[in-house]
């Protein structure tokens, strides 16, 4: 597949993007949602051995900015938050001060579930829409085949545990990946793209970046796979990328060299397997 051709199709997930970003009830969820913060291992850990059901935390006064109130007598989750302090510093080659942010340590803060509040709603994210197309009917079996051929283990049933409601994962430890068997042909094709691109970019010893940016990256990948093998996995990719994104499009635009490289892969070898190179499959 040529590199014009996957510029193209990665160029159209970008513009569509960018268009829910500004869309009213992307852009309300997207202000809301900014407002929470990914909180470290330790402080998720903190979080639910005092609350185990929580399912949004927030300070107090982040609640009252969202329109809500922490109602009286609530106990606080107690977690830890950093304390900085900025100062000058002197560049010795220009001579200009330049101002930087320095951590002195950790102080003990309270931040309070949603279920500990009364207020206006919350936006929910618009729906992001399954695929409920048909698919190339050997794509989704070569997708799986390259899958293996990294010597992971594949599997079609249900998801395990904490991952009951999701539609595939990749598990590094066991090598193995999941597939949902209940999705209809486009869906199940296009998340064990997703998947397969876990597996290509972000095994252990990968250069290390946050879960959001490896979310972009996977569904980017499945996006410009399923495009150029004729399945329009927009419905749902767009949403999908947009909320993990946050609506920041230069955040996606800065994955689009490494979406590209591994897209390009994975067409090549599904073209390889048929003898017939960057061609969609029959």
Known sequence: MSTT?????LERLHAGVADLATDRDWRRYLDVAGRFHRYSWWNTVAIFCQRPDASRVAGYRVWQRLGRQVRQGERGIRILAPCTYRRLVADDASGDDTEITQLRGFKVVSVFDIAQTDGEPLPEAPQVASLDGPAPETLHHQLAALIRAEGFRFVLGTLPGRNASAMGVTDFGSRTVTVRNTLAGAQRAKTTAHELAHVLLHAPGQ????????EIEAESVAYVVLAAMSVDAGTYSFGYVTAWAGGDTAVVQATGERVLECARLVLDRLGASHGDAGRPAA
């Open 207 to 214: 250069p290390a970046i946050g879960k959001a940016r490896r």
């Open 5 to 9: 051709r996957a510029r193209a199709l």
